[in-house]
């Protein structure tokens, strides 16, 4: 009796697909369905960034109403045409999301959370001085062999530098850097 309560249980939590951890705080997937609320609910998440234009499904954003997540959309088209550029603007402003620890645990995803997700997470492997090969490879993998050549090329091309302004604006300051639960201040310039 007890081993078929636990197993009902284990079946109702489930991850998105393609999910992942990216850092700590950070996560990555596809779209999230009803199966996978459980196992959301179980990562404590602030914040969602959303990375397709369409708006989010009625179910979903009951889900983060509900679980008091602030979603971030970012409205960015799902593209094949190796010519159709990646605005720069939504991966910036997502990058912003990221970065800013008052919105971890996050979870980044797309639809299947391949190609824009991979572009947003392969631009901050960038910002954390990671070397080309080993983005390219995290790419590849959660791509599952669809990769896109405009996507390796805007993360190559990605410019860090144009992140310098963002970063300077968020001042993080430790107090008390000897304890284990270090306090951060947050001011904005």
């Known amino acids: 009796m007890i081993l078929e309560q636990v197993d009902d249980e284990a079946a109702t939590v489930s991850p998105p697909p393609n999910f992942g951890m990216v ?43 509900d679980q008091g997540i602030r979603l971030f959309q970012f409205g960015i088209e799902g593209n094949k045409d190796p010519y159709v550029s990646i605005p720069v603007d939504a991966i910036m402003g997502a990058l912003r999301v990221l970065l800013d620890v008052r919105n971890h645990p996050v979870l980044i995803h797309c639809k299947r959370g391949k190609h824009r997700t991979g572009c947003l997470v392969g631009c901050f492997r960038r910002l954390q001085n990671w070397c080309l090969s080993s983005v390219f490879e995290e790419y590849h993998r959660y791509a599952a062999g669809k990769s896109r050549l405009s996507d390796l090329r805007f993360i190559e091309s ?5 992140m310098r302004d963002c970063m300077l604006s968020l001042i993080y300051r430790y107090h008390d850097c000897l304890r284990k639960s270090k306090r951060l201040l947050y001011e904005v310039r």
């Not at 196992?39 to 914040?47: A, C, K, V, Y």
């Not at 990605?158 to 144009?162: E, G, I, L, S």
Request: aromatic residues 16%; charged residues 25%; negative net charge.
């Open 23 to 65: 850092d700590k705080g950070v996560y990555r997937s596809g779209f999230p369905d009803a199966a996978s609320f459980a196992f959301l609910r179980g990562l404590g998440l602030r914040s969602v960034v959303y990375l397709c234009p369409e708006p989010y499904p009625e179910p979903n954003a009951e889900f983060l109403k």
């Open 158 to 162: 990605f410019d860090v530098t144009c």
